[in-house]
Each structure stands twice: as C-alpha cells, then as structure tokens.
C-alpha cells in the first residue's frame, strides 16, 4: 500500500510538501510518481521520478514543483512551491501498479 499525506489549504505564492510512503515491495520498481485529477478529467501525470533519480516534470509545474525519492525509508515526496489556485487538485502517489488515496491540495487565489 502506498500512504500519501501532506495536502491541504493554502494561499497562492504558497507551499506544501506532499509525501509517500510504502512497503518495500511497492519501492522495488523504477519509476514512481505523483498524478493529479481536476474535478470531471482523468488523472495526469505531474512528476516523475527514476529509481536512478532521473525526473520529469509537467511542463505546468517546471521550476516549482521537485519530487524525490529516498529508496531507503520507501518515500518519494512532492515539495510544491509557488502554488497557483490551477494546481488545486487531488494528487496521488503511484509506483509498481498501486495507487495511494489522493491528498487534496487546495490554492486560494
């Protein structure tokens, strides 16, 4: 299971720093990430990262978001900086198949 925390409230120009956690197995895998899902669309990708470190970003979120992984203690965490109220969305950690349950992330304009 993946366990994601750290959404909330906050103003524009804001941050959060969202983390996941998981078992092992989940960890053994190369690619894990954070999606997000505006309200009535599908979930889209925001950050990617390699178990090697390699990331890749939406372009919507470049130079404000940094996600990263520590295969170690099993987290892979979404440090949000300079939010925008677009950004409000609920956003999930994924790796090897598994979804965490999405942490909503609210901006006020």
């Known amino acids: 299971q993946l366990q994601a925390s750290g959404g909330g409230l906050v103003q524009a120009g804001g941050s959060l720093r969202l983390s996941c956690a998981g078992s092992g197995s989940i960890f053994d895998t190369n690619v894990m990430g954070w999606y997000r899902r505006f309200p009535g669309k599908q979930r889209e990708p925001v950050a990617l990262i390699t178990r090697g470190g390699t990331t890749n970003y939406a372009d919507s979120v470049k130079g404000r978001f940094t996600i990263s992984r520590d295969n170690s203690k099993n987290t892979v965490d979404l440090q949000m900086n300079n939010l925008k109220p677009e950004d409000t969305a609920v956003y999930y950690c994924?790796?090897?198949?598994?979804w965490g349950k999405g942490t909503q992330v609210t901006v006020s304009s």
């Open positions: 994924y790796a090897k198949a598994t």
